[in-house]
């Protein structure tokens, strides 16, 4: 992500500038006259970079550079590059999303793999001893598509009012779990953990002498036909004698879960460019959640042909190490891919500000788009033909986990 370069007189009046008239500037239309400047695309690209700058000292790629010069991913709750509306930003309604009102900016983001090359840049898992430099985390390189994640051009950001039905939730994979005795004191034996409690049960000989006679009873009981071959030793005991195995339930930590929101916007035109605005927005959320045609994403051709290497060797080789080609290149031809549909990076804004009271999402995959002419069950037009009410209901799936340390950040 290329820094935009701030000359000297605008940095000098940048610096006198306060936040509320830096809002001001940011979402003023280029052409008009604001707190005393003329309005250009390049003033606010600087203004943007400017306020940027104050904060973090960007490397061009997403990543941020510290004393010791170790790389590290400025993964932001804010908006993608820290940027903020402008004029080519689509926005409803148009007279009630101004410099101080809640609102929700929409960007759109092109899909980085997790595990390509360009996931990869920047990161150095090495370190050098001699120069200070540390080594990227693996928590870096998890982060790192999403960080260094490019702006879809394609795309225009979109501003909404805030849902009225807005929550969050987090979730965790917890399961029930059920061990004999002789099973836990063999788990606690071998992970190192409760030592005496698998004496304990390794000393109760007859106990376990007793559960594998009634294990090897009902295997034998199964083979004897009409007994169906479905018998296990509760079946027995509990026929025989009145009592079943001690199921030792735990429950136990599996997985977090990553999340997922859904937003629904009703939007009422009051007059044709607002109609026009709408059918754009709507457009745009279902041309973010649409694959491309070919490997490049092009529109009309297949785009660029898919090359590869029919023989790899994963061995080391001198100072180069991992994957090394050994036989000869093949061609895919573009056209038998389709490209991953774009991220969607949502951030609940206050002013031009992230939003201190709401929580924040990573970049998120638009997994449903539904666009409802007839919200109200009826079917009605003005003269253009433009509905007189649309409904747009939007699913979202985060594409990163959040960890503990992310509720600071504002996740």
């Known amino acids: 992500m290329a820094t935009t370069p701030i000359s000297d007189s605008n940095r000098a009046v940048f610096e006198t500038l306060t936040s509320g008239q830096i809002s001001r500037i940011l979402m003023a239309k280029p052409g008009t006259n604001t707190e005393g400047v ?4 390049d003033l606010k690209r600087e203004l943007n970079q400017f306020q940027l700058d104050k904060t973090a000292k960007p490397t061009g790629d997403g990543f941020m550079s510290n004393e010791f010069g170790r790389m590290e991913i400025n993964l932001s709750s804010g908006p993608l590059d820290g940027q903020t509306p402008s004029s080519s930003t689509q926005r409803w309604p148009v007279d009630q999303i101004q410099a101080e009102t809640d609102y929700v900016f929409f960007q759109f983001g092109k899909y980085m793999p997790p595990f390509g090359k360009d996931a990869a840049r920047g990161l150095d898992f090495r370190g050098n001893e001699n120069t200070g430099k540390k080594a990227s985390t693996k928590r870096q390189g998890y982060e790192s598509s999403i960080a260094q994640m490019e702006i ?6 979109i501003m ?6 807005l929550s969050n939730t987090v979730a965790g994979g917890w399961q029930g779990k059920s061990f004999s005795g002789v099973g836990r004191a063999a788990i606690a034996a071998v992970a190192g953990g409760n030592n005496a409690f698998a004496l304990q049960k390794a000393n109760d000989f007859s106990g376990n002498i007793k559960a594998i006679q009634e294990s090897l009873t009902t295997t034998v009981l ?5 007994v169906g071959g479905n018998l296990d030793i509760n079946d027995i005991s509990g026929s025989t004698k009145g009592t079943v195995l001690n199921p030792n339930a735990e429950l136990l930590y599996d997985a977090p879960e990553l999340r997922e929101i859904g937003m629904t916007f009703k939007m009422v035109p009051k007059n044709a460019n607002e109609a026009a605005t709408i059918r754009t927005i709507c457009n745009t959320f279902r041309k973010a959640a649409l694959p491309s045609w070919g490997a490049a994403g092009g529109e009309e051709d297949g785009g660029d042909d898919f090359t590869f290497n029919d023989k790899v060797s994963y061995e080391t080789n001198g100072d180069a190490s991992g994957a090394t080609p050994r036989g000869k290149d093949s061609t895919i031809s573009g056209e038998n891919f389709i490209r991953v549909p774009s991220l969607c990076k949502f951030t609940f804004m206050k002013g031009n500000a992230p ?3 709401l929580t924040q999402y990573k970049p998120c995959a638009l997994s449903n788009v539904v666009v409802n002419f007839t919200p109200d069950n009826t079917y009605a037009t003005y003269s253009d033909g433009s509905p007189v009410a649309t409904e747009i209901r939007l699913s979202f799936q985060e594409t990163k986990l959040i ?3 992310d509720v600071g950040k504002g996740f």
């Open 38 to 41: 003329v309005i250009t695309n």
């Open 152 to 157: 879809d051009s394609s795309l225009p950001g």
């Open 160 to 165: 909404l009012p805030i849902p009225q039905d």
């Open 222 to 226: 199964n083979l004897v036909p009409g």
């Open 355 to 357: 939003h201190q009271w």
């Open 403 to 405: 960890f503990r340390d």
